[in-house]
């Protein structure tokens, strides 16, 4: 716990007030909502055989979706300081990157040798 | 619940005063810390030195018998760990961060003082686990790299490699608080005025340094995490006959391993920004260049881990690319060297010991980067990897780049940390011994790889042309150990008798030095107000170009300030038994000793559950701190974010080695048995949780106890059906499929990744069971919502990793991966 006061203010006013507009029960329900939708989207079309062909970006962008929606309204990056966007969004390309990364290393390691 | 604590006095002069052993046990002082730190490294610096000479003596003639191969193996690969992990990382961040940056920040300490106590004694105990080996079952024996498969349980059957594996899992959990405690107090507690572009340099390549460690240290941990699989669980994470490939360890260490280069020696490049200037009596020639080089290493510093791996064969593309990104590093680091030499030109310059020990760091660290270049180069590399030439670079990268910064740090901050001087003339013989004992061991290591000597080999057929250098080497080795003599006792003539230093003996250019030496506990008697960078030069002489007096600084009147206002946070005894927890159950795990594992979980657990209560303000809004910290941001915020940042890289890991090997795997697939059905409950489940938790957030905001209890609860409950569904599934897979842990690289991998993913749910359950307590306690209102908020926080990104999981493994199952 930090247990810190320095004697004198210097924060910008308008990052301290942005802490305080979180949003209402009323909106928390209607993203459950939306996010219970777009799960029965997913799961449906994984049913859907017609789909399957385009399976993959179909689910990643309704992953994405979903991600995006508990990252900006259930934890606040979208009413917070855009600091926390940065230190959730910097190591997330990061993570995408070597996600990417060590799946084309990979493929190319299984294609070309035994190893 | 602990008593309350009570606030100590302030009335000390200095820190180094008063407590007794107690109280370095239980202080929480930055400063304290840092000098715990410093002892600790340097009697591990010993240590390494001595196995450093024993690796040397053996190499000193061909075909010598003075070690066997196998204690070779352990002191050759103990020096590096050593090395690398219990002395440069330790000075220059447990022990020069710690001390510097509350001081050059203008701030009383770091962020959370009781996190920074916690990190160091579980360093202590890491080295200490890592080193359990002199006493019972061996040191680790694979070099500090561990390449797999020799560190499996089949090549390497002893207690060797267990020492290895859990000691830096418990070093890297020490190395991530203490970097996540740095990042927040950076950015957030930096006095009025000091914006970026006015930090001292030291504190850009902390920041930096920093938060590479938190995104570096994850890959690690993961593959560390599979390794521990392989040797106590029977995985293949990195056996070739289950269609596991040993490659995943190198990638993974190395996007770990090559961020870690750049951890040991940006912090060097900021102690030579500090020294340069100071004693060159001018500003730091191109200060924003300076600063955007160092990102601009940090951010390619993760794009070229390949570069370690040219000979594993990874494709021209690959190789081409990381030679590149591996190239381009060399335009910022060139930018440095450039500006440090520009920084001397034209300058005054005093040479004082610390000066000399910069100069050379710069002269030496160029001639391990020029050879550095030239590895970036696949096919010069191909021919040189694996040869004595590696040996010689990064010797000259970061023994005499790294460690000579240090040493130039250690004679310059001496008599800030001590309120001595160290003996100038002892300086110099310890400075001019250095230079040509570690050149002379080193470059010579250049001519043996070009005569085709391997590194890591023991001993040497007498015909091969390697004689002479080699005893020419062993020679020179002893000189650096003499010359380390004289070091330690100038330090120890320094202690006893030492000549009093003023507060800025230097005539320096930083705030840290507008205070007494040594500092007294409170650091600052007022918080100073920067105006300018190099603030405490422009406070004497008015302005950053100001040439200086020959006669020393003017005298600064000191502030006046009622210090009893001051607050100085309370001592604490619970880190040092968490630590003692994880050490009991990281050392009863390699010995087999089951119960001593039990007693440390239980002790940790409870440690710090207390220490997190220890306070009687827990949790409560500080609108004192929050409305004065430097971006108006709760510290704690700061850190829980800073925190998930990290946790994203150590569950990509995860999830990149499920893609990776899914389609590796031997039968049952995961097409066959994953149960849509269920999971696609469990993930209602989840996100239903979510709801719950964000309406109890909602409910402590608006000072409803009740309602905010109720729905932290619901949310528990939600926690609990979820697990119970993930225990039903793993039951079903065992029960119904017979598929075991380690039965393919399906099983190992899905087990394992969403059994983490579990266990951090689990973590979240027990959190906000103990805040719904808390909250039946009448304990949480709407001034402790941040506390509720936090835990929140985990808990949704939990859920969102859950989101990720769902599609990519079980909604693309049929997907046909990598």
């Known amino acids: 716990m930090s247990e810190h006061a320095v004697e004198h203010g210097h924060a910008p006013a308008h990052r301290v007030a942005a802490e305080s507009h979180h949003p209402g029960a009323a909106q928390y329900i209607v993203i459950a909502i939306v996010l219970t939708i777009l799960t029965v989207f997913e799961i449906g079309v994984y049913y859907v055989q017609v789909l399957q062909p385009v399976l993959v970006p179909l689910l990643i962008i309704l992953a994405a979706a979903k991600f995006a929606l508990v990252a900006m309204y259930y934890m606040h990056l979208h009413f917070d300081d855009r600091v926390f966007s940065a230190l959730f969004l910097f190591p997330l390309s990061l993570a995408a990157l070597i996600l990417f990364s060590l799946i084309l290393l990979f493929t190319y390691l299984s294609h070309h040798l035994v190893l | 619940m602990a008593a309350q604590p009570k606030a100590i006095p302030i009335e000390r002069a200095s820190y180094l005063e008063g407590g007794g052993i107690y109280g370095w046990l239980t202080t929480i002082d930055h400063k304290r810390i840092a000098v715990l730190y410093a002892v600790t490294a340097i009697v591990m610096m010993a240590f390494g030195g001595i196995e450093a000479m024993l690796v040397r003596t053996q190499l000193m003639y061909p075909e010598n018998n003075f070690l066997s191969a196998h204690t070779y193996n352990q002191f050759f690969t103990m020096h590096g760990l050593t090395m690398i992990f219990l002395v440069i990382m330790p000075l220059e961040t447990g022990f020069f961060g710690n001390f510097l940056i509350p001081l050059q920040i203008g701030a009383r300490d770091v962020a959370f003082p009781r996190l920074n106590a916690l990190s160091y004694w579980i360093f202590l105990l890491g080295a200490l686990t890592m080193n359990f080996g002199w006493i019972w079952g061996g040191l680790p024996n694979d ?54 572009m006015r930090m001292p340099m030291f504190i ?171 590895h970036a180069s696949p096919p010069i590399d191909l021919e040189q990897t694996d040869s004595y030439i590696i040996v010689a670079h990064f010797h000259y990268v970061l023994g005499l780049g790294a460690l000579f910064a240090i040493l130039a740090a250690f004679y310059y901050y001496w008599p800030k940390i001590t309120g001595r001087l160290l003996n100038e003339k002892l300086g110099k013989w310890h400075f001019w011994l250095s230079v040509w004992s570690f050149n002379a061991t080193f470059f010579p290591m250049h001519f043996l790889g070009e005569l085709g000597m391997p590194r890591r080999i023991y001993t040497y057929a007498p015909n091969m042309g390697w004689d002479f250098w080699n005893k020419w080497e062993t020679l020179n080795a002893y000189v650096i150990a003499v010359s380390f003599i004289l070091f330690f006792i100038n330090i120890y003539l320094s202690l006893t008798s030492g000549e009093r230093a003023s507060s800025d003996p230097w005539d320096a250019r930083t705030l840290e030095w507008s205070v007494p030496s040594p500092p007294p506990e409170y650091n600052f008697a007022a918080v100073p107000t920067v105006i300018s960078r190099d603030a405490f030069w422009v406070t004497k002489y008015g302005s950053v170009e100001a040439p200086g007096s020959d006669t020393g600084p003017p005298m600064t009147a000191p502030a006046l300030v009622d210090l009893s206002k001051i607050h100085i946070p309370a001592p604490s005894l619970y880190p040092v038994f968490i630590a003692l927890g994880l050490f009991g159950m990281g050392v009863g795990m390699i010995i087999s000793w089951y119960r001593m594992v039990l007693i440390g979980a239980a002790l940790l657990v409870m440690s710090a559950i207390a220490m997190c209560f220890e306070y009687p303000n827990w949790g409560e809004e500080n609108e004192h701190m929050v409305a004065e910290s430097f971006l108006g941001l709760d510290h704690r915020k700061v850190g829980i974010w800073s925190f998930i940042g990290s946790e994203t890289v150590f569950f990509a890991s995860l999830i990149s080695t499920y893609m990776v090997y899914k389609s590796r795997s031997m039968g049952p697939f995961d097409a066959q048995i994953l149960n849509i059905p269920l999971t696609s409950f469990s993930t209602f489940v989840l996100l239903t949780s979510s709801l719950l938790m964000v309406l109890a957030l909602a409910a402590f905001q608006r000072n409803d106890k009740f309602w905010g209890t109720f729905w932290l609860l619901g949310t528990a409950f939600f926690g609990c059906i979820f697990l119970g569904g993930q225990v039903y599934e793993f039951g079903d897979f065992w029960l119904e499929h017979g598929m075991l842990f380690n039965s393919n690289l399906f099983s190992q991998c899905f087990y394992t990744l969403v059994g983490f993913h579990g266990f951090h749910v689990f973590i979240g359950v027990v959190w906000l069971i103990v805040m719904a307590i808390a909250g039946i306690r009448g304990k949480i209102d709407s001034r402790r919502a941040l506390s509720v908020e936090m835990a929140g926080l985990y808990w949704h990104f939990v859920d969102i990793v859950w989101v990720v999981i769902f599609t990519l493994i079980y909604l693309m199952r049929t997907v046909k991966g990598a």
């Open chain 2, 143 to 196: 070099g500090w790299f561990g390449y797999a498969n020799l560190t499996e349980r089949m090549y390497s059957p002893g207690l060797n490699i267990d020492f290895y594996d859990i000691g830096l899992l418990i070093l890297g959990v020490s190395s991530v608080m203490s970097a996540l405690n740095f990042f927040v107090t950076i950015v957030n507690m930096r006095a009025p005025g000091m914006t970026f």
């Open chain 2, 204 to 374: 850009w390549s902390l920041l930096v340094t920093v938060i590479l460690i938190l995104l570096a240290f994850p890959a690690l941990t993961v593959g560390l995490i599979f390794l521990f699989m392989d040797r106590y669980f029977d995985t293949h994470y990195y056996r070739v006959i289950a269609g596991a490939s040993p490659i995943l360890w190198q990638h993974l260490f190395w996007i770990f391993g090559h961020p870690e280069v750049y951890i040991m020696i940006l912090p060097a490049f900021g102690m030579i920004s500090e020294v340069l200037p100071v004693f060159s009596r001018k500003a730091l020639f191109g200060y924003p260049m300076m600063a955007y080089s160092m990102i601009l290493i940090a951010f390619l510093s993760y794009g070229v881990w390949g570069h370690h791996m040219f000979a594993t064969g990874m494709g021209p593309v690959a190789d081409a690319t990381f030679s590149i990104t591996s190239m381009l590093i060399a335009i910022p680091t060139g930018i440095k060297i450039f500006s440090w030499i520009a920084t001397m030109w034209g300058g005054r310059l005093r040479f004082t010991t610390a000066y000399l020990f910069a100069i050379a760091f710069v002269l030496q660290f160029t001639i391990g980067g020029l050879s550095g270049v030239m």
